[in-house]
């Protein structure tokens, strides 16, 4: 089966839209290299909703090995290292897909 | 272009498992009714990260107007209306997608 893992992220204060670029091509280049992704959808939230997260990413891997494999990988935590000093809060669920 | 939205819930205390499998039942009834929804998924949280929430909708809908027509629908309103009171939290993003 099928795990969905989404994270949801609020930025600080300050953070500019060429943060936000380098993370979205950080994250573009996972799919490449992390063949435990099946799906991988990331991008800035539209402004459509009030009280709103700033920033989601949603990859689909199989199973608790394939989201550990994708958690662990070196280029995933390469694009952590950037975001996390980027972070007010996140939220996250990983949820069973088909 | 698409949208992606995604709603992340963290329940209060005392949400019981029947609550759950209640909001489980009446948004799994939501594809069937509402012809904005091109793809929908939802679950409880697997319990695999820490400080997680507690469970995940994922709506895939066509521009903005399908995204309205989603969050309009009576039987979500219905759904909604279930699942207000279960609230400690909630989170989301609307993003773009192919």
Excluded: S
């Amino acid at each position: 089966m099928g795990i969905r893992h989404i994270a949801l992220f609020r930025w600080i204060e300050g953070v500019t839209p060429e943060q936000v670029e380098r993370v979205e091509a950080l994250l573009g280049r996972l799919p490449g290299v992390i063949p435990e992704l099946r799906g991988y959808e990331f991008g800035a939230d539209l402004g459509i909703g009030a009280g709103n997260y700033d920033f989601a990413v949603v990859a689909d891997v199989e199973g608790e090995p394939g989201f550990l494999a994708y958690q662990r990988h070196p280029d995933h935590q390469a694009a952590l290292a950037v975001i996390k000093p980027m972070l007010a809060d996140r939220a996250a669920v990983q949820f069973n897909i088909d």
